[in-house]
């Protein structure tokens, strides 16, 4: 049955507004669980170190959310704007948990932007979830069994075992898969973001868009500035982690034929230096994540979507393999790396795969376009005396 109904708004001729009755429960679904609870006092929004101006949220966000504004959160870029510090939701007198509530939306709006529907099917369903990565990790056992080259036992010779053409032609190909996924998914974000509340495309010259994204997207992707605002979350462990995840997606996809050799790097070799970094920040970034959503010690630790957990999981055994399969090549056993290795490219596939374009990890990126394309929006609408919505 179709859920939404179409509503003519008397005061403005042509004016639709699409309401979706649903939204508010797939909210609370995605870890909105008490934003039911507002009663609009604004509290959230003037607490909110990051609004400033025209930009005003948690509080507006949650009333178009609650009557069902699907339209006007779709064409919001400022549930990107949020870096959940949780400082909004410790001085809600309602204990409506706002930044939980951003964060709900923003895996919403991460199922908005995927086109394949995969996105959905994982935030909405655990079982789903679990099923994706065994079939993906399976797969990848598969092409190993069948795929991977002589067994040497008397030294360890890994790019023997798994032959180089085989896994950098792999690598390479989900590198595109992923960078193709991530990118159409940008597109529709612009596209939704792009309109005005009369639901009228907003059309951006090309010499603005391609200005604004040389100032805007490299600068907040790899400073995350605004972030410096919160005072909760300290904005260097964000940036460690950050980077972190990114030199390991690097190492690991378009640089994996450079990373995987027979030799174990010395550590004077950048890529050995930058995968130790890496490593670290990673062990960092995970250890951090459990035991502050285990103590639940800070706001945005209090509530816990699986797709977290699973997130977490998945990054321990990647990097806990990976450790491992270092250890193996530098003290020679060769069985143990080869076996260590496969277990390693089995939980790194549905990993990446499934992390970047379609949960987690595609907030690296839909955050930075995110300020890009509210920039362009607001000097478009204040150009034409528009309030910015
Ligand atoms: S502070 Fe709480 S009750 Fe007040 S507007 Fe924000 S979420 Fe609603
Ligand atoms: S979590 Fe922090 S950044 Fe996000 S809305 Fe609340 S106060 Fe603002």
């Not at 934003?35 to 509080?59: D, M, Q």
């Not at 490299?218 to 260097?236: A, G, S, Y």
């Not at 027979?262 to 050995?272: C, G, H, Q, R, T």
């Not at 390693?344 to 595609?362: Q, T």
Request: hydrophobic share 50%; charged share 15%.
């Amino acid at each position: 049955m179709k859920s939404e109904v179409i509503l003519k708004q008397p005061e403005v001729s042509h004016k639709v507004l699409r309401v979706s009755p649903e939204l508010p429960s797939k909210l609370i679904e995605l870890g909105a669980t008490k934003f039911y609870r507002c009663f609009n006092c604004g509290n959230c929004t003037a607490i909110c170190p990051l609004t400033e101006g025209k930009v005003s949220y948690p509080r507006k966000l949650i009333r178009y959310s609650l009557l069902g504004l699907e339209d006007r959160i779709l064409s919001s870029a400022e549930p990107w704007l949020c870096y959940y510090c949780g400082e909004c939701s410790d001085y809600c007198p309602r204990d409506a948990e706002p930044g939980s509530f951003m964060m709900a939306l923003r895996r919403y709006l991460t199922t908005k932007y995927d086109w394949t529907g995969l996105s959905r099917l994982l935030y909405f369903s655990k079982k789903v979830e679990v099923i994706a990565i065994m079939i993906l990790a399976a797969i990848v056992g598969l092409l190993i069994y069948f795929l991977h080259g002589p067994i040497v036992l008397d030294r360890v010779e890994l790019e023997t075992f798994a032959p180089i053409h085989i896994v950098d032609t792999a690598g390479l190909a989900v590198f595109f898969i992923l960078a193709t996924l991530l990118i159409t998914n940008i597109y529709r974000m612009y596209r939704y973001v792009m309109r005005d509340d009369q639901g009228r495309r907003i059309k951006i010259p090309l010499k603005f868009l391609i200005t604004d994204f040389i100032k805007t997207v490299p600068l907040h992707f790899f400073t995350q500035m605004k972030f410096r605002l919160c005072k909760v979350w300290n904005w260097i462990n964000h940036l460690i982690i950050v980077y972190g995840y990114a030199a390991a997606f690097i190492l690991f996809v378009p640089l994996l034929r450079f990373t995987q050799t027979n030799e174990p790097f010395l550590l004077v070799n950048p890529l050995s230096i930058l995968g130790i970094l890496s490593t670290i920040a990673l062990i960092y970034g995970a250890s951090v994540a459990i035991h502050g959503r285990v103590k639940k010690s800070q706001p945005m630790w209090r509530y816990s979507h699986s797709t977290d957990w699973m997130f977490i999981l998945l990054l321990l055994v990647t990097v806990v393999t990976g450790i491992l399969v270092g250890i193996f090549r530098l003290i020679g056993l060769p069985l143990a790396t080869y076996i260590t290795y496969s277990i390693h490219l089995m939980i790194v596939a549905p990993f990446l795969i499934l992390e970047v374009p379609f949960a987690k990890w595609s907030h690296l990126a839909y955050r930075p376009f995110a300020i890009y394309f509210a920039g362009l929006k607001e000097r478009f609408l204040a150009s034409r005396g528009v309030m910015y919505v």
